[in-house]
């Protein structure tokens, strides 16, 4: 029972083929394609919409340098939404639950920005490594503290998406099989428990848009701070 919970954080296959790839490729095909009529219909003005409010709310505090990451963002923001929309259906596959995944996206994103940081104000990167004012004897600690703390970003970008959908897929599934089970027993009990289980998946809606909205977010913070 224990090992059966996992099951639905493993990659299903096909025939021996793992299909992780035709899960990834699925949002891509769902998003609306933009027409060459004059006006567009209300899902591509939805999207629109929606695409224009999230670039001006991410990359108000950042310079025009860092505006060039804006199509990036905002296409890796929906991505992520999808993937974790997606994964709440009956009978779906969350790739997002990888934490191998969410290193792919978070540590290459990382590293640009860091390299962006080094290249264009090398002074200004290294000086976040050492807080002003600090005393002779405790700058060599602070210095590996920092650097540390700047290499575990990507890390805890991973693992904080990982970690909250992982969490929600298995309290959904607890309290599913729970409800199952109690209503030839306990009938006032199970319903009880399936209410439990709509709220908490309504709660897992907002969670899987708030986690991708706070991924993408985190990654535009390490872009201020470098450009």
Same mark, same amino acid.
């Given at each position: 029972?224990?090992?059966?919970?996992?099951?639905?954080?493993?990659?299903?296959?096909?025939?021996?083929?793992?299909?992780?790839?035709?899960?990834?490729?699925?949002?891509?095909?769902?998003?609306?394609? #933009?027409?060459?009529?004059?006006?567009?219909?209300?899902?591509?003005?939805?999207?629109?919409?929606?695409?224009?409010?999230?670039?001006?709310?991410?990359?108000?505090? =950042?310079?025009?340098?860092?505006?060039?990451?804006?199509?990036?963002?905002?296409?890796?923001?929906?991505?992520?939404?999808?993937?974790?929309?997606?994964?709440?259906? #009956?009978?779906?596959?969350?790739?997002?639950?990888?934490?191998?995944?969410?290193?792919?996206?978070?540590?290459?994103?990382?590293?640009?920005?860091?390299?962006?940081?080094?290249?264009?104000?090398?002074?200004?990167?290294?000086?976040?490594?050492?807080?002003?004012?600090?005393?002779?004897?405790? =700058? #060599?600690?602070?210095?590996?503290?920092?650097?540390?703390?700047?290499? =575990?970003?990507?890390?805890?970008?991973?693992?904080?998406?990982?970690?909250?959908?992982?969490?929600?897929?298995?309290?959904?599934?607890?309290?599913?099989?729970?409800?199952?089970?109690?209503?030839?027993?306990?009938?006032?009990?199970?319903?009880?428990?399936?209410?439990?289980?709509?709220?908490?998946?309504?709660?897992?809606?907002?969670?899987?848009?708030?986690?991708?909205?706070?991924?993408?977010?985190?990654?535009?913070?390490?872009?201020?701070?470098?450009?």
């Amino acid at each position: 029972m224990a090992l059966s919970f996992f099951d639905q954080f493993m990659s299903p296959t096909y025939m021996g083929v793992p299909l992780i790839a035709l899960a990834l490729v699925l949002p891509w095909i769902l998003f609306p394609k #933009p027409t060459s009529r004059w006006l567009n219909n209300r899902l591509l003005s939805l999207q629109g919409w929606f695409i224009n409010g999230f670039t001006q709310q991410i990359f108000l505090p =950042i310079n025009l340098a860092g505006h060039k990451w804006a199509a990036l963002l905002a296409s890796l923001m929906i991505f992520l939404i999808t993937l974790n929309m997606l994964g709440l259906l #009956p009978y779906t596959f969350t790739p997002t639950t990888q934490l191998s995944l969410n290193m792919a996206f978070a540590v290459p994103l990382w590293l640009a920005t860091v390299l962006i940081g080094m290249r264009n104000q090398p002074n200004h990167a290294l000086a976040h490594l050492l807080p002003e004012g600090t005393p002779t004897l405790l =700058i #060599p600690i602070l210095i590996i503290i920092e650097t540390i703390s700047l290499f =575990i970003r990507p890390l805890a970008l991973g693992v904080r998406l990982t970690a909250n959908l992982t969490a929600g897929h298995l309290l959904i599934q607890l309290i599913a099989t729970a409800a199952f089970v109690l209503l030839p027993l306990m009938p006032t009990v199970a319903i009880m428990t399936a209410t439990l289980l709509f709220l908490l998946t309504l709660l897992e809606v907002a969670v899987a848009m708030i986690q991708a909205y706070v991924f993408v977010l985190l990654i535009s913070l390490y872009l201020q701070e470098n450009v």
